[in-house]
Each structure stands twice: as C-alpha cells, then as structure tokens.
C-alpha cells in the first residue's frame, strides 16, 4: 500500500504565504506525475500544479505567479509554495501522485490521494 501525508495548512493573512508538504511511503517503485488539488466550499475539485517526474510543470491559470510547485524524488515529497494568498484560495488542499508499484507479480501505475489539508485565508 502507498500513502500520502500532507502538512502545512493553517489559517493565514491575506496577502501572505504557506507552503504545503506531501510525503509518499510505502510499496513505491517510482512516483510520476505529482500534483495538488483544491476544493472550495461549495465546488468541485479543481486542479492547483502538477509536476513530472523529471521537474515539467503545469499550472492553474490563477495560481500562475502566484504558486510554485517542486518535488523531491529522493524523498517522495512534493511541495507547495503558496504567496499573495487571497480568499479565494480557502480550500481543503489534495496532494496526488500517479504510483508505479510492484504486485503480484506485474508492475502497474495507480493515482493515490492524500486525505487533504485545510487552508483558511482571512481577509
């Protein structure tokens, strides 16, 4: 089984900073594609970053300038560097990462969550 931790999130300012961390354990191979995902109160999961495995980037049109992605692949840690924080980014913050494992026999790529950390920006 593989897991993901996440940490970082709190209530902040608006217009300041927080940096959310998600560490991966477990039955890992590799780790591709990781990446972050927010729910609002009231809406669905939308995507914040993802990051390849060879440092790639993709970000949400909001979070550009903004947000910075990065990973570690020696620790299976991605992070999150998140500046200029405004209301709208109140959200439960999801870490995800596309798992290469080993099992029976075969290897295979499985999308593992995080259980989510709660940002609050007050204005």
């Known amino acids: 089984q593989v897991q993901l931790v996440e940490s970082g999130g709190g209530l902040v300012q608006a217009g300041g900073s927080l940096k959310l961390s998600c560490a991966a354990s477990g039955s890992i191979v590799s780790i591709n594609t990781m990446g972050w995902y927010r729910r609002a109160p009231g809406k669905q999961r939308d995507l914040v970053a993802a990051i390849t495995r060879f440092g790639s980037t993709n970000y949400a049109d909001s979070m550009k300038g903004r947000f910075t992605i990065s990973r570690d692949n020696a620790k299976n840690t991605v992070y999150l560097q998140m500046n200029s924080l405004n209301a709208e980014d109140t959200a439960v913050y999801y870490c995800?990462?596309?798992?290469?494992?080993?099992?029976?026999?075969?290897?295979?790529?499985?999308?593992?969550w995080g259980q989510g950390t709660q940002v609050i920006v007050s204005s």
């Open positions: 995800t990462a596309a798992v290469q494992v080993y099992s029976g026999g075969a290897y295979y790529t499985k999308d593992y």
